[in-house]
DNA sequence: TTTGTATATTGCAATATTACGATTAATAAT
DNA sequence: ATTATTAATCGTAATATTGCAATATACAAA
């Protein structure tokens, strides 16, 4: 199969799946360390800056683009890509709860 | 190709990337926040829980073990599955960490 | 208009992931 | 001993992801 059930899910549960997919792979990891790094970016910076080809970033900047994480600006031939701390800052507050979970809670093993 | 190309990142991004995948897929996420809920589990629990077979709950809880972030201690002909905190707290450091890289950052675009 | 530069898209091969039926292993209950 | 119960493992089909070469697109500069 390798398709998600995500119907049998609530919308919390695959949002907050969503999102940390997106952390799933170092190459995203870098891009997203790197836009925060200079606070405002090119994409051909990132193909040197990470050493994957173009269209591999490209793929993966457009992934982080669709989920809102970050937005592109074009400026003359090239585009300007930085974080949408807006959207930014809500997918924190998605993560934050779900891993303070362990918060007043005691061990049972 | 399918493969990461893990070499080509630092060991603290390839490992925030594996936290990250654990939890970017919604069955984890699910068996997380069953196991915080009731602060001790069986397998058998989560299959009606969940809504998945029993080899795909056991699949995904072997995945969260292999991380660390679960442990399992057999009781009888049942296994109990609960979080494993020490781990947990480590993991969300590192989160944090990445999470929280937007503080004392402007917005360029 | 041609040439160069930067990024996106397409197409494809290789690998990974998801899901589950069938089976196995291990213990409990009778 | 036999049977029932629980969870792990195996095998496999379907789909997703990763990565890149080739190509396309879009704009700037000459």
């Known amino acids: 199969?390798?398709?998600i059930k995500s119907e049998i899910f609530t919308d919390?549960?695959?949002?907050l799946?969503?999102?940390a997919k997106a952390f799933g792979h170092p190459a995203r990891v870098a891009i997203l360390q790197h836009l925060f790094k200079?606070?405002?970016c090119v994409c051909g910076d990132l193909v040197h800056e990470i050493g994957l080809a173009q269209p591999t970033i490209s793929q993966h900047l457009k992934e982080l683009k669709n989920l809102g994480l970050i937005k592109g600006n074009i400026e003359g031939t090239s585009v300007c890509y930085c974080?949408?701390?807006k959207n930014w800052s809500g997918m924190k507050?998605?993560?934050f709860e779900f891993l303070n979970q362990d918060t007043a809670?005691?061990?049972c093993c």
Chains 1, 2 share one sequence.
């Open 83 to 85: 974080i949408d701390s």
């Open 12 to 15: 919390e549960q695959n949002e």
């Open 1 to 3: 199969m390798g398709l």
């Open 105 to 107: 809670k005691e061990n």
């Open 38 to 40: 200079i606070n405002s």
């Open 93 to 95: 507050e998605t993560m």
């Open 17 to 19: 799946a969503l999102f």
